[in-house]
DNA sequence: AGTGTTTATCGTCAGGCAGACGACTATGAT
DNA sequence: ATCATAGTCGTCTGCCTGACGATAAACACT
């Protein structure tokens, strides 16, 4: 297959991103509204174009960063500082996704704690942490009675593989602590694991098992008491990146 | 972020190609010689542009048909026929990884059984099967004392990166039927997970966990002897394509 | 101060599964 | 006939998980 590099099919490359987060108990997504066309007005995933002397995870890097404020480490470091997770999710390149021109989009997921910058976006008006259960249950009303159309694009399926990435990850890996702040206790842990599998577990079971697991977490020595009852002891994410054996996610 | 549809960076994307088999007791992946400069003479994975008018999985179908006659089938389908397994595995658009210009390669990974078709490429002085143990280590030797030079572009890392999805992936999936011809033994499985962890098995294990697993393998009711010993029973792969509980790998 | 509520943490027990390994079976090779 | 090879069935032990009882330490009431 000789090939003429002058003589190539053109693309345009954009980053999407899936930005999960925990909030109230839910496992919420960052999303933006749209202000031109096509699907103007509708809520969208932030991305936006691949720059020419750019690698795929710094746009990504950039693109998070303008959106959240957030930096993002690489998937192999733990969270340790106040960044999110970065990952590459898949690419989506049917010919008839943007209906404008032939786009390519490298999406990329994020997980970040609640909060830690609460301007999603600068313009709080056009961005927005909504439900993934909203997003994703098709032609629903949100919470404000606006109805909740379908994410523009392909954005719905992207949504759902990333959030079936993070399902799927913080079993066999300690990816569950990006969710939270760098120290935290074990029940917050244990919020984020029932948030976002949406299941609830047995607290007991579930404190013998994060805590027996060598290198997941680091006692901090310290206690907190701000989910009321009794004192929690304070950890931080260990060295481990791996779960072996993996958490179990209940079946049904 | 407002964008104009008619002034976004121009890119060339392209389809690259993990083609993985077992021959031999060893985890192989196909190869082509490079006919043009850069790397020419260099070996380098199967792969070509996209066009304007085809999906991403599409493109790299086809290419996996130009380049092995094999037809594949999508992830979520077993594998019945005689195709191969193919899935999307990431995407590297690193601005420096072409010197000629901006390529960003979707690559793709895909798991043949062995031989099917025996012609990799049609012309085969320009195709091999090379052990992937040749490939990833860095300058060795091959076994016909020609220089194992590095893979062209960044290849190895995208090698690397299929290899270790085709190694966990086995893991909790039944994907290791996809090395397998539509018939063969559990001790044939069983070499097939040995090969590509590089790794021996107890069979009586391995045998009780095939066999034991719902929906994993169905007899067909034939026996076979090609590998010598006592006859075994002839499966085919079955419905399941998730393995629950996984098959554990053997650490170190 | 006492009582109830909430959350955290420790312990116990039974069932399931995996690793180690013995035993037996059915072929082909010598 | 004997051996080598490969397949198949069992047994036993240790580890992990799910279910769940019990205790501890805070706060909010009254």
Redesign the interface.
Known sequence: ???D?SD??????TVDLVVLTVRRHALCALTVRR??QPFQGRWALPG?????????SQAAARELA?ETGLTAHEPSAPAQDNGAHLE?L??????KRDP???V?S?AHLALAPDLPAPRPGGDANSARWAPVEELLDQGGYGRDGEPVALLAFDHAQILADGVERARSKIEYSSLATAFCPPEFTVGELRRVYEAVWGVALDPRNFHRKVTGTPGFLVPTGGTTTRQGGRPAQLFRAGGATLL?PPMLRP?V
């Open positions: 297959m000789p090939y590099p190539y099919p053109p693309f345009a490359v202000g031109e936006g174009f691949v720059r020419q002397d750019e690698d795929l303008e590459q898949a690419t989506y390149g049917d010919p404008r021109m032939r390519v490298v072996n079946e």
